[in-house]
Structures are given as structure tokens and as C-alpha cells.
């Protein structure tokens, strides 16, 4: 892999889509040849459809991608990753994805986890076949950074906890999130990738 090869993000937000003031829809806006999955239904999520959802976004992406995750997509991420043993029609999707950013990972035994959302359960918790970086909030309502800890070890990713931020959401008053932001140029330069250039004047 090369240093100046570009890696385009894919954002996959959670359970309810991310709104206008959630941090994945402004970084969407601010980054040339960002992709954002769509599965048929944000509110009462299918797993058999976001898993499509998810491999279209990936066929739709010429080159290598990086998967940028929220809450209930974390879980998607790992079924995505790790299903039927790494089936080998997906060989050649696993291969295109450089590393997974996953925040706020939410744990599916807890008593605030949608049950709309109960196929996404039980998620794998093998290593993943691409490097990823679990950020976590110390007060989040849907997995504690013990919940954290314990999916990144099981995932053999990295995993950074940033504060009290909530459920690093739209509710959580981030905004940008540009420590998130820093983040995720921070990882990707670890991949050896070089995100996209920013749309945002003054980077």
C-alpha cells in the first residue's frame, strides 16, 4: 500500500439516520467523494438489508473506502465484516476497506438498546480482517467504556475514550466534533491512506 493512495470515507449512521446537526452529515459535507450507505428503512432496521445497503455503498466506491460507523452501524460493521465466516463473494469488498472508524459502539444487552434493532444482537467478536478504532463516551447512555474496551479487544482494534460526550451525537452538542474529526486523520494517516481533501475553507 502506498502513502498517497486516497481512501474515501463511507459514513453508516445508526439507527434513526444522522441528522442535519449530526457530525457524520457535516463531515459528509465537507469531504470531496463521501459515500453514506442507505438501507430501505432507518427506523426499523433489517440486518439482511442494511448488509446490502452496506455492500452496494461499497460497490459503488471505484477504489479503497474507510468505514466511519455510528452506534447501531458498529454492530452492522462487525456482522458486515464476519458473516458466515467471511463468505468469498465478499472477498473483493473486505479487500477495498482500509480500516473502520466506529464510535460509540453500543452494547446490545443493555436495557437502553432498541429492541427494533434486535436482529443487529449477539454481533461477532472476532478480529476484524481490516484495522479499526473504537471511540467511546464515558457517560454513554447505550455502552459503557467498559463495553468499549471489551468489543475492541474482541475486534483487535485500537480504542480511544474522549469524555463525557453522550452518545457523540447530534443530542450530545459536539457539532463538527472536530476531536473526532482529528481522529479520523489521525487513523487514516496510521492506514497509510490520505483521506480526501476537506471542502471547508481554511484546511
Not at 15 to 38: D, E, M, V, Y
Not at 102 to 124: I, K, N, Q, R, Y
Amino acid at each position: 500500500m502506498t502513502s498517497n493512495q486516497i481512501a474515501h470515507p463511507v459514513m453508516l449512521p445508526g439507527i434513526g439516520n444522522s441528522g442535519p446537526r449530526h457530525w457524520q452529515t457535516l463531515w459528509a459535507s465537507r469531504q470531496k467523494g463521501c459515500q453514506r450507505f442507505q438501507p430501505a428503512d432507518w427506523d426499523r432496521p433489517n440486518l439482511a438489508d442494511w448488509l446490502q445497503a452496506l455492500d452496494t455503498s461499497i460497490d459503488e466506491c471505484a477504489g479503497p473506502v474507510v468505514l466511519v460507523a455510528h452506534s447501531l452501524s458498529c454492530l452492522l460493521v462487525a456482522h458486515w465484516a464476519l458473516r458466515g465466516g467471511i463468505r468469498d463473494d465478499n472477498q473483493h469488498r473486505i479487500a477495498q476497506v482500509r480500516g473502520a472508524f466506529l464510535v460509540a459502539v453500543p452494547d446490545h444487552g443493555a436495557p437502553a438498546f432498541p429492541g427494533e434493532a434486535s436482529e443487529f444482537g449477539s454481533p461477532p467478536t472476532e478480529p476484524l480482517p481490516f484495522p479499526a478504532l473504537v471511540v467511546a463516551s464515558s457517560d454513554d447512555p447505550y455502552g459503557s467504556p467498559e463495553h468499549a474496551r471489551r468489543m475492541a479487544m474482541g475486534w483487535a482494534a485500537g480504542c480511544v475514550e474522549v469524555g463525557a460526550l453522550g452518545h457523540i451525537n447530534a443530542a450530545s452538542g459536539v457539532g463538527d466534533w472536530d476531536t473526532g474529526w482529528h481522529l479520523l486523520q489521525a487513523f487514516g494517516a496510521g492506514l497509510r491512506v490520505q483521506m480526501p481533501a476537506s471542502n471547508r475553507a481554511g484546511e
